[in-house]
């Protein structure tokens, strides 16, 4: 059992009972490693909305190490007005829904949201073999193309979309996908889940908040590596992707705009947890507070040989830093020595710059991505706050038995 798992940063059933009481949700699973992962396509992942945790480490022991995953996203208009998508448990509804908004207005309808109401699920070993196959004449014999690559979401389902939705390799150059051209989608890792959504179907019942009318597409992806007998390579067994593409379809510029990921996460047992967070590896983590996992429940990791395993969410590459004409400073200097002397940050409506003090991380470039790398406006976000709440047990507020900070969050 590897002690760290990595998940960058960040589940074809029709649930059609959940459709009629206007939520629209399907998920699908990576299982092509050790971990078995669930992710929905209302941007939801790792749990059964029904209060199972769904990432299983490893697979098919029944012992899972996250509860539940999602995207937040909010930034005020020129106006001051707050634009928020967010979802914790969807408690009380949804704020995000399935399928991709209009270029023209940022709009969409239920109609459209059903018509993207699934994931599409595919293997690079299956795209390999279509390849292969038509490149040697080979598409008809004893062979169903997959239904991900026939049916693979290239396009917009009108023209009041974008023309182009998910990736895809255009074999003759003709800007429309056909497998019978030999065009194939183009994927990440050994095995994807496409999907997109948008917070602008219906209005934000989780959390009240006005929709920014931001389309998420998302590539939730992983690597298996046959290697087990080598154990930096059978790490990569323990690694689950995701990447979100976000586009604001919206008329508006956001400002003051922040992208979270919310994570909650049972390491097995989930009453006896811990987090913290490592700047430096641009990550926050999970661990066991004890060194047994639990009492014997069915997800629970046991212990203390091996101990309980931790968790880390480390984020591989931010959003982009809005253009403005500089290579902004690194706290790092040419020895590789953090030098918090200083830095600053650019406001980016009115375009002013502040300073920002000796070792405050805030000015985003101690584990932001291309700062001082002499090339101008390429740089992108590291994480720049981490928070983390206690949750509440039978409305009674857990007292910390330990000299730790956070329990069971
Ligand atoms: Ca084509
Ligand atoms: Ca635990
Ligand atoms: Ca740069
Ligand atoms: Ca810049």
Redesign the pocket.
């Known amino acids: 059992m590897k002690t760290l798992f990595y998940l960058l940063v960040v589940v074809l059933l029709v649930n059609t009972a959940n459709a009629q009481n206007g939520l629209f949700q399907t998920h699908d699973s990576l299982d092509l490693n050790k971990v078995k992962a669930w992710y929905w396509n209302n941007n939801n992942a790792f749990w059964d909305l029904q209060g199972n945790a769904k990432y299983e480490v490893p697979k098919g022991s029944g012992k899972t190490s996250v509860f539940s995953h999602s995207l937040w996203i909010g930034g005020t208009d020129n106006n001051g007005q707050l634009h928020l998508g967010a979802h914790r448990y969807m408690e009380s509804g949804q704020d995000f829904y399935p399928g991709p908004l209009k270029i023209t207005d940022g709009s969409t309808d239920t109609a459209t949201s059903l018509l993207y109401n699934k994931i599409w699920k595919i293997k690079k070993t299956e795209i390999e073999e279509f390849i292969y196959r038509y490149q040697n004449g080979l598409l008809n014999q004893n062979y169903s193309i997959p239904d991900a690559i026939v049916n693979w979401p290239a396009h917009g389902p009108t023209s009041e979309y974008d023309e182009y939705l998910a990736p895809f390799f255009d074999n003759n150059s003709d800007g429309f996908y056909n497998p019978n051209d030999g065009d194939y989608p183009i994927i990440k890792g050994d095995q994807m889940l496409w999907y997109v959504f948008n917070d602008n179907t219906k209005p934000h019942g989780e959390t009240g908040g006005t929709p920014l009318k931001v389309e998420v597409r998302v590539s939730a992806f992983n690597y298996n590596c046959n290697n087990p007998s080598n154990d930096s390579i059978d790490a990569i067994n323990y690694l689950t992707f995701l990447s979100y593409k976000i586009i604001n379809r919206s008329a508006k510029t956001y400002s003051n705009t922040f992208v979270g990921l919310f994570t909650d996460a049972d390491i097995g047992y989930g009453y006896d947890d811990y987090t913290g967070f490592d700047l430096m590896r641009n990550m926050y983590f999970f661990y066991n507070g004890m060194s047994i996992d639990g009492t014997g429940q069915p997800e629970a990791y046991g212990g203390p040989s091996p101990p309980p395993p931790a968790l880390g969410v480390m984020l591989l590459s931010g959003p982009y ?8 400073l690194t706290n790092w200097n040419s020895s590789s020595s953090l030098d918090c002397s200083g830095g600053y940050r ?1 406001d980016s409506i009115s375009g002013n710059y502040t300073y920002v003090n000796s070792g405050d991380f805030l000015n985003g470039n101690i584990n932001g991505f291309n700062f001082g790398d002499n090339i ?4 992108k976000w590291g994480y720049t706050r981490f928070m983390a709440f206690i949750m509440v047990v039978a409305q009674i507020c857990v007292i910390l038995p330990h000299p730790y900070n956070i329990f069971n969050i």
């Open positions: 830093q809005d253009p403005n004409g500089l290579d902004d650019i101008v406006d390429n740089e």
